[in-house]
């Protein structure tokens, strides 16, 4: 009679031991906003992290503190991202549920802001400008640059 208890809790210890290695552990990472318009962000958060400014086509390094991200990318994988960019005084907070890019590491999450409410997320190990980063720097339009 003890031969058989034995043997089912072994099974299922075994079966949870399986489903343990089948979750995707997480690595922490620091957020990063990059503006792709001519408007200002008063702040901007993905699943809740994150919190910073950006100026109107402005980018920066990944400094807000803190998220994190599966440490294995999968397909259709999604964050809720939130953001205010007010008009005026008025706040206009807008949120939007984005597929993350694919990564081979994970690193850095930046959220990036286009017109229309175009968004797109995507973890990097290196900081928008980098050769290697894969969306373009914003660039403020010529009819817009007023330092000539």
Known sequence: MKLPFALAC??????????????????????????????????ATVNGAGGGTMSAWGAGVANICCTSIPSVWYPGMKVLVRWDMPEGRTHVVKEKVVEVERYDEPGSIYMHFFPNDEVRVLSSLVDPGHPNYPIPLPVKPAALDTRR
């Open 10 to 43: 072994a099974l299922l210890l075994n079966g949870c031991a399986l489903l343990a290695k089948e979750e995707s552990p997480t690595a922490g990472a620091q957020v990063g906003i990059v503006n792709h318009t001519g408007r200002f962000i008063y702040s």
